[in-house]
């Protein structure tokens, strides 16, 4: 009989990382768990997202801020408008650390 996988979904490993959050050990799984590279680009992603939502900065100059390309800042464009006011809101406070 062939073996499933623990973690099958999102959800679950989002579970996996609220535990670890709630056990302070977010930091060691999410190092464990992704490379140098991975952790960059999330970073820059985040960056990302926090440019757009602050709306001082074109694509291009966000683009030349981070050090990536114009596609990459419109992917993360493209994905923000498909996020609800409300779930923008709660990511900008998150980012600003308006708990």
């Not at 490993?13 to 999330?42: H, I, N």
């Not at 683009?63 to 596609?71: D, I, P, R, T």
Request: proline share 1%; hydrophobic share 40%.
């Amino acid at each position: 009989m062939l073996q499933q996988p623990k973690f099958t979904d999102w959800q679950a490993l989002l579970e996996l990382l609220r535990e670890a959050s709630e056990q302070d050990r977010l930091a060691m799984v999410l190092t464990m768990m992704m490379s140098s590279d991975e952790r960059e680009t999330l970073v820059s992603r985040i960056n990302i997202f926090y440019e757009l939502l602050k709306g001082d900065l074109s694509q291009r100059q966000i683009s030349q801020m981070l050090g990536v390309g114009v596609a990459t800042i419109t992917r993360g464009s493209n994905e923000l408008k498909s996020c609800t006011e409300e779930n923008k809101a709660a990511l900008m406070a998150l980012l600003l650390g308006e708990h």
